[in-house]
């Protein structure tokens, strides 16, 4: 099992190039089961939730190639036929998010049997959501064995509210939408950018969808889908990451390829920290001299602060001056990072829902274990910043979200190597 070896200490220089959205592209690789017709996508992660999706698509029946063999990030999908509209436990117990398959396979091929995910490290996630919408548009949904079972001669439109704000529940209701009989429309909706993304590209394969980055989305259903182009989105939570870093160890960085327009609730808050920013359309260059400044915020739904940071900003406020709370209100376990970041020496407490830490000048290096994705990228900040040697053991949790974490971090001057 790999892991990740580092002495901290040495502040970052140089520009990194921002990979496309790990959230974006998941959703999109299953929109391929839509349509007969090919799907070709630029920019895509090579990640290791890439290519488990990729292998649940292809074990139904979807072809795909890359017509680079050496560039990962072009793909062509096409699921001309869907002999096996199955997503087995094996597969589905590593990836939460293969639900996704389940409403694209109920839309075009009428029935679908998906394992239900399992259990979570940072939370429940419970799945019940997206069957109430299906089950509202005609679906007949049973659970057994594990696994869920639905049917549907052809999903209707139909209006639907969900409990809550719900990511992959919106995206998985959209894309059945986009093939219902009728209208749907989707109250409650994730505004975040990565379902604007996955709502683009249907919108090339011919759906009819309005109200894009509001929080009710109106679906016109139509009787087939047709083949598209489509570039993902930069990956917003690896660009928010790599300005954590240079927060916390100093330094200059250019952070090129991203969108700053999906950053917004972060880089307020990174300027409250200290940082210091020039922005661009697609890039952000950053500074950062001296400890930074402690800040308080909590996570929630786009456009507020994301809780997919939650974890690389507490590093902040462990170097910082002054102490801060972080209230966490999507997730009920994301703080199992903090009795990792507290072995580095940070004062970090639990109450709840909410973490308070009172800053300290300096981390000293340690041997830590990742616990998550977003956890093992925490990890990995508190390390470079840390005196001495740091080891991160259980990285295949950082693999399944950044592309070549380790080698961006030494393109910026970091002492990081991977270690088997």
Known sequence: MDKLRMIGGTPLHGEVLIAGAKNAALPILCAS????????????????????????????????????PTKRSRIILQAAHIPRPEATYEMVKTMRASILVLGPLLARMHSAKVSLPGGCAIGARPVDQHIKGLKAMGASIKIKGGYIQAQAERLLGATILTDMITVTGTENLLMAACLAQGTTILENAAREPEVGDLAELLVKM????????????????????????????????????????????????????????NLEALLAKLREAGLKMAIGPDWIKASMAGRPQAVSFATSEYPAFPTDMQAQFMVLNALASGSATMTETIFENRFMHVQELNRLGAEIAIDGNTAMAQGVESLSGAIVMATDLRASASLVIAGLAAQGETQVER???????????EQKLTQLGANIQRMK
């Open 33 to 68: 089961l839509l349509s007969a017709e090919p799907i070709e996508l630029e920019n895509v992660p090579d990640l290791q939730d890439v290519r488990t999706m990729l292998k649940i698509l292809q074990q139904m029946g979807v072809t795909v190639s890359f017509p680079e």
């Open 395 to 405: 990285i295949y949790h950082l693999d399944r979200g950044y592309d070549r974490m």
């Open 206 to 261: 011919g759906a009819q969808i309005s109200g894009l980055g509001t929080e009710r989305l109106v679906i016109e259903g139509v009787e087939r889908l047709h083949g598209a182009q489509h570039t993902i989105i930069p990956d917003r939570i690896e660009a928010g990451t790599f300005l954590c870093a240079v927060a916390a160890t100093g330094g200059e960085i250019l952070v090129k390829h991203c969108r700053p327009d």
